[in-house]
């Protein structure tokens, strides 16, 4: 059934939620300290009409963050379909370092307090990432010593790569993700040094400083 056009009124502004969400990400991605006003101006809106939608900074920052965790879920959902373990496991962290999710992880933890839907979401996060790596360890072909933590840190690591080109910037993180995904593979070098990271030591970092 094709999809019903909004009326005029709720169109317009579901395109200036979206162009107030696109003006968001660009500026706090620069600076995670910029002032709301930044993004009004980049998005070429009026301060009042950003206010209408997002009451304040930090409820613009909790959604930026809110929608990045829901493309991952749909991007974990996605790879539960594929019936190769370690292909799920590699393709799925190839797109959601495509889609540039962690990005907003690593510059702005700490600078909203979660909802409780995020905390929702975060833990469904969790579980489909838990069984991708348990399908990927199935297969044989994931080393021993891998565990669901070591996922974040590989997007992290890749959303950290960032030059003044986009295109590039695309094709450096695809190549550290290769160098990254290799080191995952059973039998690639000596076990890892030190302990995995526990589950849940990395969440203190999500509280607002």
């Not at 929608?67 to 190769?84: M, S, T």
């Not at 992290?156 to 995904?181: F, G, K, N, S």
């Amino acid at each position: 059934m094709p999809e019903t056009a909004l009326p005029g009124r709720r169109a317009q502004a579901a395109r200036n939620d979206s162009v107030i969400l696109d003006a968001a990400r660009q500026v706090f991605l620069r600076d995670p300290k910029a002032p709301i006003s930044q993004v009004a101006e980049r998005a070429g809106v009026g301060i009042s009409a950003l206010y209408r939608r997002y009451p304040s900074k930090e409820a613009l920052l909790s959604r930026l963050c809110h929608d990045g965790l829901r493309r991952y879920i749909a991007e974990a959902e996605a790879a539960a379909e594929e019936p190769d373990g370690w292909k799920a496991l590699t393709e799925f962290l190839g797109r959601v370092v495509d889609a540039d999710v962690h990005s907003l992880t690593v510059h702005l933890a700490g600078t909203f307090t979660p909802t409780a839907e995020m905390g929702d979401d975060a833990r469904r996060a969790g579980e489909l990432s838990a069984r991708l790596v348990e399908r990927a360890r199935e297969t044989g072909r994931l080393r021993h010593d891998a565990v669901t933590e070591d996922l974040g840190m590989i997007l992290e690591c890749c959303a950290a790569i960032r030059v003044d080109d986009p295109d590039r910037t695309a094709e450096l993180r695809r190549r550290y993700l290769a160098m990254l995904v290799g080191g995952l593979a059973a039998g690639e070098g000596p076990d890892l040094p030190g302990p995995p990271p526990r589950p849940g030591e990395m969440n203190g970092r999500w509280r607002p400083s």
